[in-house]
């Protein structure tokens, strides 16, 4: 299809207004995950790390689409487990899953069991420990996404225009969804939370068993917006400043 007639095909636009909000909703785990491992990082480190997050997401997803061919090849059985077929999808998605469920579980702990008197780790060390973690999400979310579009779109520039407008609203999104995890210790609890059943969903699609994203997302909104209210509430009962304390 070329640009003259995307312009003039109504279904053309519909198919890359519905991927657009797809990936952009697809994109939303990936965020998440990015913004939780910047949160202990002085602020200049975080919106870089956050930077390159992005961009490795944006890189992986680009270098799948190029490989169409290695990357339905994935989707072929490898083995098969008590009747069950096993692809190479199927174990990076639970390889992902494990691992997203182990960062969040340790995140978790860190943050109930954290002592005031903690140091921080050095910067340079936890810019050592974030990439390649960064590096292992970003290529599972991508190839969760990537196999997603081509499962609703069969034009492979539709596909891409609507990966280059999620990454657009992703970068937008980045730094203020960040900076407001990080500044609101509950909202980063709620975060892990949403990686944990993140992990779970990514593993039961490993097995076959297919949650459906709308309950997740709806689940994961509701709670954010319960999130929100509860923060503006914090702030309305904090005094003025310069306000004698009762």
């Known amino acids: 299809m070329d640009m003259i007639d995307f312009l003039a095909d109504p279904n053309a636009w519909a198919a890359l207004i519905t991927l657009s909000v797809l990936e952009i909703v697809l994109g939303i785990d990936n965020l998440v ?54 692809s190479w999808r199927d174990i990076i998605l639970i390889g992902g899953g494990l691992f997203l469920i182990v960062k969040a579980t340790r995140e978790i702990h860190h943050d109930v069991e954290a002592r005031g008197d903690e140091e921080p780790p050095r910067a340079a060390a936890a810019l050592a420990w974030v990439i390649p973690q960064l590096v292992v999400i970003d290529l599972v979310f991508s190839l969760d996404s990537i196999i997603t579009a081509i499962g609703m779109v069969d034009d492979l520039p539709i596909m891409v225009a609507a990966i280059v407008i999620a990454m657009l609203v992703m970068y937008a999104a980045a730094n203020p969804v960040g900076t407001f995890i990080a500044a609101n210790p509950s909202t980063k609890m709620l975060a892990l939370a949403f990686l944990l059943l993140i992990g779970v969903a990514l593993i039961a699609d ?22 929100a209210f509860n923060v503006m509430a914090k702030r309305n009962r904090r005094p003025p400043p310069g306000a004698a304390a009762p």
């Open 33 to 86: 995950f990015i913004s939780l491992l910047t949160a202990r990082l002085p602020a200049a480190d975080a919106r870089r790390v956050r930077g390159i997050g992005l961009s490795l997401a944006f890189v992986f997803r680009v270098l799948l689409l190029a490989g169409l061919t290695w990357l339905m090849g994935l989707t072929e059985t490898l083995v098969t487990v008590l009747g069950q077929d096993i």
């Open 206 to 227: 490993g097995f076959k068993f297919h949650i459906p994203r709308g309950y997740i997302y709806f689940a994961m909104a509701f709670a954010a917006m319960v999130e």
